[in-house]
C-alpha cells in the first residue's frame, strides 16, 4: 500500500483521544443518571460524539441535552492533559513527508486546532489542513475533499483517506478515493479498502 498523497484524520488516528473522549461522556452520563453501555458509547464515536448521546436516549438539541453536551465538553477539557499522540506517529508522518503529499481533514474547527498542543509537532508536515470551518458540510460531506483537491492538483487514484470512523469512510468513499482504517484508533468495524493494524503498515 503506497500512494503519493495520505490525508489524515485527527482524533482516533493521529491523536490518541479515546481514552479521554469516553472518560468525558461516561462521568456526563452518570451524572445525568442516563443509563449506557460500552457498546453504544463506542457505535457512537465510530460516527461522532454527539450521536454516541443519542444513542443513550439523549436529545442533543434541547435544553438539557445542550446542557448535558457542554458539561460534556467541559470534562473533556479537564482530562485533555492526557491525550497522547500515538506511538510511532511522529517519526512516520516525518518520513511520509519527505517524498509525499500530506493533509489533515478533520471535523475539529480551525481553533480547536490550533489550541491543541499535542498536534503542534505534526502539523508542519502537512500541505494541507482542512477543518470544519472551512467547509459548510463537514465530514461524513464530501464537500472538505473537494475543498482539498480544489486547492492541490492531487489525483484521486494517488490519494488514500486514513481515518478511524465511519464518517471518514463515507467521506472517502463519496468522492471515490481509497480509504484505510487506522486499527491502533478505531473502536469499531468500518468498511475500508485496506485495513492497518499498526501504523507500521502505512507505507510510503
Given at each position: 500500500m503506497e500512494f503519493k498523497n495520505y490525508i489524515f484524520d485527527v482524533d482516533g488516528t493521529l491523536l490518541d483521544t479515546y481514552s479521554v473522549a469516553y472518560r468525558a461522556k461516561e462521568k456526563v452520563l452518570k451524572e445525568y443518571n442516563i443509563p449506557y453501555t460500552k457498546e453504544l458509547i463506542d457505535l457512537g464515536f465510530a460516527s461522532t460524539s454527539l450521536k454516541s448521546l443519542e444513542l443513550c436516549g439523549v436529545d442533543v438539541a434541547s435544553n438539557l441535552g445542550k446542557e448535558i453536551v457542554k458539561k460534556e465538553n467541559q470534562y473533556y477539557n479537564d482530562f485533555s492533559k492526557e491525550i497522547t499522540i500515538f506511538p510511532k506517529m511522529l517519526d512516520k508522518i516525518k518520513q511520509l513527508h519527505l517524498n509525499h503529499n500530506l493533509a489533515i481533514i478533520t471535523s475539529r474547527t480551525k481553533e480547536e486546532v490550533i489550541n491543541e498542543p499535542k498536534l503542534q509537532p505534526l502539523l508542519p508536515y502537512f500541505d494541507y489542513i482542512i477543518t470544519a470551518s472551512d467547509v459548510v458540510n463537514p465530514k461524513p460531506n464530501k464537500e472538505c475533499l473537494e475543498k482539498l483537491f480544489s486547492l492541490s492538483n492531487?489525483?484521486?487514484?494517488?490519494?488514500?483517506?486514513?481515518?478511524?470512523?465511519?464518517?471518514?469512510?463515507?467521506?472517502?468513499?463519496?468522492?471515490?478515493?481509497?480509504?484505510?482504517?487506522?486499527?491502533?484508533?478505531?473502536?469499531s468495524e468500518v468498511k475500508c479498502d485496506y485495513y492497518l493494524k499498526n501504523i507500521d503498515e502505512i507505507t510510503g
Open positions: 492531487w489525483e484521486k487514484q494517488d490519494t488514500i483517506f486514513i481515518g478511524d470512523s465511519v464518517n471518514d469512510s463515507k467521506c472517502a468513499y463519496s468522492y471515490g478515493i481509497k480509504f484505510g482504517l487506522a486499527g491502533w484508533g478505531a473502536v
